[in-house]
């Protein structure tokens, strides 16, 4: 499950806006591995600082709510579960797709359609 996360988190349209200040990172500066994933918080991930950027406790609508009005981060792993910012997670632009016609490591390029933006709803 954990290469399925990894493949959507890389997926994400990362349109959204970031209040930080701080330089996007260079490539090889980018740490892809992300700790303390656990079952009951949300581990928010930004891809221009190329780290994690916070926490929040799995099903706090009032924490859940905070963090849709921030635009500092792309997509959150909780578990076996990832949300984006945007659709029904946050006010960013964030999108995933699930790719099955080609090995992931052959893609060169991010696919131009086919995303979708969260919902309420659980996708498998």
Request: aromatic fraction near 10%; charged fraction near 25%; charge should be negative.
């Amino acid at each position: 499950m954990r290469k399925y996360i990894y493949i959507l988190a890389v997926l994400l349209a990362t349109a959204c806006g970031s209040d930080s200040k701080e330089p996007s990172p260079k490539a090889d500066e980018v740490n892809t591995t992300i700790s303390g994933i656990t079952d009951d918080k949300w581990t928010y991930f930004s891809f221009s600082m190329g780290r994690a950027v916070g926490q929040s406790t799995f099903a706090s609508d009032e924490e859940d709510a905070a963090w849709a009005k921030r635009s500092d981060w792309d997509f959150a792993i909780c578990g076996d579960y990832l949300k984006t910012n945007g659709g029904t997670s946050g006010n960013g632009k964030g999108a995933v797709q699930r790719i099955t016609d080609t090995n992931f490591d052959l893609l060169d390029k991010v696919p131009s359609d086919g995303f979708l933006v969260d919902t309420q709803d659980i996708v498998k």
